[in-house]
């Protein structure tokens, strides 16, 4: 097989931050790390990455869409176009995640995940699909849609899990069978994660009881910290065995509770997430997700009501 030398490169990794180091690459393994002042071999193929930095590839265990397209549309053609636009990136392995759709959408969008597999995975590598809904409590809805919601049901997973591998499932505990449905889950093979739930403390631990370990799109859509009940959040922070996707993009998530987050949590229980959809990667103007109107405005996605609500506000603010 070729091999390519990768000099002149910053290399980060877990325990690593190596500058003015080289990487021989042969076939698709790595063979040797060379550092500052090492011998370097020859080559196939040489590239200067000019003190750039050299990481693994990323893993998005949370993402809706990319380049106008979206998970949900159901085509081979739209999980193409996502995992192609997610590898340049630097995204290498992707959770295409779905929305609070129909059982027949979810249906249609894993069988196109697995005609993609099936045809090569010619962008990054999709092991498996991350349901988020639709069995979320209505009273938090966030961006997802209303028409859909249902209760948790082991069953439908199971369906849809015999189409193409479904490896994670974002439910609220607090509705019915919760705890059980995430005992049900763990014992198929699949990971469940608790959000856009009104939960308290002691239904996260009733849940956490039956194997929740997870929480998504941590401090969005889930119960805050307070003073007499922890919440969602507080389990998050408290519960050393917890792992939390996080937003790190200061829109979802301040600056402050970043910062606060890190302090407390230990690292390798924080999974960076995107949480993108269609309109990730495109200019300002009206898109869709889930069927609910979306505008994108100063870099930042809100749905068209809230986006309306804003712009009602601000006006309201200015007369006085």
């Not at 869409?65 to 290498?92: H, W």
């Not at 505990?173 to 009104?198: K, L, R, W, Y």
Request: charged share 20%; aromatic share 6%; proline share 5%.
């Amino acid at each position: 097989m070729a091999t390519l030398l990768i000099k002149n490169c910053r290399i980060v990794s877990p325990d690593y931050d190596v500058e003015n180091a080289a990487v021989l690459v042969d076939g698709k393994l790595i063979k040797k790390i060379f550092v500052d002042g090492d011998q370097l071999p020859t080559a196939d193929e040489i590239f200067d990455a000019e003190g750039k930095m050299l990481m693994p590839g990323f893993i998005d265990v949370h993402c809706h869409g990319k380049a106008n397209c979206d998970f949900c549309d159901g085509s081979v053609d739209a999980i193409t176009t996502m995992a192609k636009a997610k590898l340049d990136e630097g995204v290498t392995s992707l959770l295409p995640t779905t929305l609070t759709v129909s059982e027949e959408q979810l249906a249609v969008a894993l069988n196109s995940a697995a005609e993609y597999v099936a045809n090569g995975s010619v962008g990054c590598k999709v092991p498996g699909v991350h349901l988020e809904g639709p069995f979320i409590n209505p009273k938090c809805l966030g961006a997802q849609n209303p028409a859909y919601v249902r209760t948790p049901d082991a069953e439908e997973v199971k369906r849809l899990n015999a189409i193409f591998p479904v490896l994670k499932v974002s439910y609220a505990v607090e509705m019915p069978n919760g705890p059980e449905f995430a005992a049900d889950m763990i014992a198929a093979g699949i990971t469940p994660s608790c959000v856009h739930s009104q939960a308290t403390y002691a239904q996260f631990e009733a849940g956490h009881r039956h194997g929740l370990r997870n929480l998504s799109h941590f401090c969005n859509q889930m119960t805050p910290l307070h003073h007499r009940d922890i919440g969602l959040v507080g389990a998050g922070l408290a519960d050393e065995d917890v792992f939390i996707e996080f937003i790190c993009d200061k829109l979802h998530i301040c600056p402050d509770m970043i910062n606060l987050v890190f302090s407390i949590k230990n690292v390798e229980k924080i999974q960076l997430i995107t949480d993108a959809m269609r309109a990730a990667g495109m200019p300002n103007g009206e898109y869709d997700l889930g069927g609910l109107p979306v505008i994108v405005s100063a870099g930042a996605a809100r749905l068209k009501s809230r986006s309306e609500e804003r712009r009602v506000g601000k006006e309201c603010r200015s007369r006085w």
